[in-house]
């Protein structure tokens, strides 16, 4: 089945800290990749995401590339701010199953001022 | 621009009552996704519906489960004869159908958190 493994957290920066959230998956097939985010006390938003291999997610200055070599979609941002702190998630969509999303178990991101 | 709602936000329940959520999706989206979250985990999809139809249900936990899109607008997501591990967050999601795209962009709520006691 699919699935998908994150490292785990917290991860403490202090601001302008370079981030990286390692991030791989299982899955059958050729799936898309997703990056969500969960800040206090609000729902999951969707962050960026990859739809094929050597695909390049971006939004809000995080970045992460599709690796199929690997199995990875590694999350990275270079210059982290306090407002960054937030959960964050991993997911596979498996193009061939419907719509339904299959998510890691999340990173807590904690940035220090 | 109002998104995806959930009620109530937060419930508390005995063992073996009955609970019953409720989501509404935003306007016009005809897909609509239930998941559960439990502490410190990532989300774990339930089911899905497109319309009223239920396209996926077999990942619903246990027979005490069931969801209802009766309208294909706003949804329920019942539980029976609840136990103490049914305790966590229930979230619901929303995407709309675009012709010629193979990824519909999910929209969540906010949750609803049951604990049973």
């Known amino acids: 089945g699919n699935s998908v493994t994150q490292m785990e957290g917290p991860v403490t920066l202090s601001e302008e800290a370079f981030l990286t959230i390692n991030c791989t998956y299982t899955?059958?097939?050729?799936?898309?990749l997703f990056w969500y985010v969960q800040y206090p006390g609000e729902g999951l938003q969707l962050l960026l995401k990859?739809?094929?291999?050597?695909d390049k997610g971006s939004n809000k200055g995080f970045e992460a590339t599709y690796r199929k070599e690997t199995t990875s979609f590694h999350l990275e941002k270079g210059s982290v701010q306090v407002s960054d702190s937030a959960v964050y998630f991993c997911?596979?969509?498996?193009?061939?199953?419907?719509?339904?999303?299959?998510f890691g178990g999340g990173t807590r991101l904690m940035v220090k001022p | 621009d109002t998104g995806v709602s959930q009620d109530p936000r937060h419930k508390i329940t005995k063992r073996g009552q009955n609970v019953t959520f409720r989501c509404d999706p935003i306007?016009?989206?005809?897909?609509l996704y239930w998941y559960r979250q439990t502490l410190g985990q990532g989300p774990e999809f339930l089911t899905y519906?497109?319309?009223?139809?239920?396209?996926?249900k077999s990942r619903l936990l246990s027979d005490r489960f069931s969801a209802e899109r009766p309208k294909g607008s706003f949804s329920t997501l019942e539980i029976q004869r609840t136990e103490q591990g049914d305790s966590a967050m229930y979230l619901c999601?929303?995407?709309?159908?675009?012709?010629?795209?193979?990824?519909?962009?999910?929209?969540f709520g906010p949750g609803t958190r049951l604990t049973v006691t």
């Open positions: 519906f497109q319309n009223e139809a239920q396209l996926e």
């Open positions: 997911a596979l969509r498996d193009n061939n199953a419907g719509n339904m999303l299959t």
């Open positions: 306007s016009e989206h005809n897909r």
């Open positions: 990859a739809t094929k291999a050597d």
């Open positions: 999601a929303s995407s709309p159908r675009r012709q010629r795209e193979i990824y519909y962009e999910q929209y």
């Open positions: 899955a059958t097939g050729y799936p898309s």
